[in-house]
């Protein structure tokens, strides 16, 4: 199955998507965290991105259009995948239904107070990408990834400023898809407001799996 999360920054896509791996055997293929692994990495790619993406601001289509490309072109994405953070505006839609087309889209509904709860008390692990919430999930140790040990972290992305940018970046940029997939007829609504099970539960039952 391959499948899309559409939701604002801090809707739980993440949170869900390591979930839906166990349950759908298919992998989770995060954009920003290929970025963020190559701002950590210091590759070309990242030294390109890092400011764009610490701004708030989305990459530009073509590099992101051909990182994705790329990735789904790999041995492990033939039978499926769970695209989160991709497609991010019409362009990068139109481009994905050109060279793989979706089965589903998850829509991840979400007020913006809940999205600035979230993203304000957001951690994550900078080895693994495992995220963190500072009252809702914390790591069993305080600044230590219970999955890998890895060392717990605010993403540069979060802080304040910038969550603000990436809000408006999302509206006025990212909704417009959910009409989009909408229209095509394949865009699932989740209400992600609750805790992760719950969603989970959601997630299933919409998706009938
Ligand atoms: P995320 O981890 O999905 O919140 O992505 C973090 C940041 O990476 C975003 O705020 C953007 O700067 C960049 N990014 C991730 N995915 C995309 C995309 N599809 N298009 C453009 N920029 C992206």
Redesign the pocket.
């Known amino acids: 199955m391959k499948l899309i999360f559409l939701g604002p920054?801090?809707a739980g896509?993440?949170t869900l998507a390591v979930r839906a791996v166990d349950i759908l055997k298919i992998p989770h293929i995060?954009?920003?965290?290929?970025?963020?692994s190559a701002i950590a990495a210091k590759s070309p790619l990242g030294l390109k991105?890092k400011a764009?993406?610490?701004?708030?601001?989305?990459?530009?289509?073509q590099?992101?259009?051909a990182l994705?490309k790329e990735r789904l072109a790999q041995e492990d994405a033939q039978n499926g995948y769970i695209l989160?953070?991709?497609?991010?505006?019409v362009p990068?839609a139109e481009a994905l239904a050109g060279f793989s087309p979706v089965d589903r889209v998850v829509n991840f509904d979400i007020p913006d107070s809940a999205v600035l709860e979230r993203l304000s008390g957001r951690r994550v692990c900078r080895n693994c990408g495992t995220n963190y919430h500072i009252t809702f999930n914390k790591p069993k140790q305080e600044k230590v990834c219970d999955t890998c040990g890895g060392e717990v972290y605010t993403?540069d992305?979060d802080r304040e400023e910038?969550v603000a940018k990436?809000l408006e970046?999302y509206r006025e940029q990212?909704a417009p898809l959910i009409d989009y997939y909408r229209k095509k007829g394949i865009l699932i609504d989740v209400d992600a407001r609750p805790l992760v099970d719950e969603v989970v539960a959601n997630f299933k039952k919409a998706l009938g799996v």
């Open positions: 920054p801090g896509k993440g995060s954009t920003g965290a290929i970025f963020r991105v764009i993406i610490e701004g708030g601001h989305l990459v530009d289509d590099t992101t259009i994705v989160d953070g991709f497609p991010r505006t990068q993403r992305d910038a990436r970046v990212t």
